[in-house]
């Protein structure tokens, strides 16, 4: 609600695979990446799948947002995206049964 774009154009959210350290944090490539999305001509940036449990990721490189630890580097990205003019979304998610897990999986 009242949210003005500065154009149609929507970068859809991808599986990117690149938090280097599988700790779900933000690095530099995403700073970069969402960075001169927004600053080109996206008017709206959707940051890639962000898994909301640790044991919900498709891949242990997926970013993060189930810890208050994480929120640092997506605020910064966030910042930069609105800084270069474009807007912000992010995409929830849970890989359900196809999450890879470290451990072996729970079966009823």
């Known amino acids: 609600k009242d949210v003005t774009l500065k154009n149609r154009i ?3 959210p991808m599986c990117m695979y690149s938090s280097e350290n599988e700790d779900g944090q ?9 960075g001169t999305r927004a600053a080109g001509q996206v008017g709206l940036v959707m940051i890639e799948a962000t898994a909301v449990l ?5 891949s242990n490189k997926d970013l ?8 640092e580097g997506l605020h910064k990205t966030t910042t930069f995206i609105h800084d270069n003019g474009a ?17 072996d999986a729970l079966a009823p």
Request: hydrophobic share 45%; aromatic share 8%.
């Open 54 to 58: 640790p044991e919900g990721r498709i």
């Open 87 to 103: 807007k912000a979304a992010i995409q929830l998610a849970h890989a359900g049964r196809k999450a890879e897990l470290e451990t």
């Open 64 to 71: 993060g947002i189930w810890d208050d630890i994480l929120i």
């Open 26 to 34: 933000v690095t530099n490539f995403h700073h970069v990446h969402y």
């Open 10 to 12: 929507v970068m859809s």
